[in-house]
């Protein structure tokens, strides 16, 4: 009877472990205490129980998740089968889709800039900066 009630639910930090939203239980569990996962609309802690149907708010740096929870797995598996584990909701997915969009239209400034600055670049920022 014990293991029947352990199949249907699971330690939030450990579910988005193993659905590879964190690459470490550890730091899974440090963004549930930070508050960046919400279960059901609920700030809560990382031993909390997640359930086939539950529904998570996830902020894992840039990203921005809404996913239901549809299977439990203890243990950490491919990413293909990872993607199995929940399903994000289309109001969610537009948004990444936009997000993404939008880094791509207005790039940060200065990212296309690669290694060391040539030794003409190192003159003007040299002239910039005892000029001031």
Known sequence: MADAE???R???DKWLWAARFYKTRSLASQSVEAGHVRLNGHAVKPA???RSGDMLEIVAGDAHWTVIVRGL????RPAPEARELY???????????AEKENRR????????????PTK???RQIRGFNESG
């Open 73 to 76: 797995n203890e243990q950490r």
């Open 105 to 116: 239209l207005a790039p940060v400034p200065g990212s296309d800039l690669r290694g060391r």
């Open 6 to 8: 352990n199949t249907d």
């Open 10 to 12: 699971m330690r939030l």
């Open 120 to 122: 003409k670049a190192r």
């Open 87 to 97: 399903e994000e909701t289309i109001e969610s997915s537009e948004r990444r889709a």
């Open 48 to 50: 909390r129980d997640v």
